[in-house]
């Protein structure tokens, strides 16, 4: 009977362990907004994720766009969720590369300035070449389209991690 007793919470905290979350983006072109919602009509991107690394491995994640918007939309807006199902890995990625790269391996205290002109410079770099040649070159259209993912997980991070 003592093992049985032992074995059952053990399973309820595996079950428990896996989650599944589903969400959606709506998109207002008058203000050219994204809203994380769970609303399933006049969405630009919606989607679910079934959080199971601790069981397999994995995190499985679905999300789907509506045709009904331009690409650049549906990019952001699968970002935007991307990013809001994924907020808690982003922030426990941030501090393991703090922990590991800038106290362990670089020994500073603050973000290396010269590594963060690096990035800023490349960022606006890329934002600039897309900016003049999308329209003209399909693989600059496509690293638009990547920004806009990046763009929309930045923004769903930010709304589920709130300010700060």
């Known amino acids: 009977m003592r093992r049985l007793l032992l074995i059952v919470p053990c399973l309820v905290l595996a079950v428990a362990a896996a989650s599944s979350q589903f969400g959606s983006v709506a998109y207002d072109a008058k203000t050219d907004t994204y809203t994380l919602t769970t609303d399933t009509e006049g969405i630009a991107a919606w989607g679910t994720v079934e959080h199971g690394r601790n ?9 789907h766009t509506s045709a009904d918007y331009s690409d650049e939309v549906q990019m952001h807006a699968a970002g935007m969720l991307e990013g809001s199902f994924f907020s808690r890995e982003i922030f426990d990625h941030m501090h393991n590369l703090w922990d590991w790269y800038l106290y362990d391996y670089v020994n500073a205290t603050e973000f290396p300035q010269e590594l963060y002109d690096y990035l800023e410079a490349n ?3 890329v934002r600039a070449s897309v900016s003049q040649y999308a329209g003209k070159d399909k693989f600059w259209e496509q690293v638009g389209l990547t920004v806009a993912q990046f763009d929309g997980i930045v923004e769903g991070y930010a709304a589920r991690a709130g300010p700060g």
């Open 123 to 125: 960022e606006e770099y």
């Open 55 to 63: 069981e397999t491995g994995w995190d499985t994640l679905h999300i």
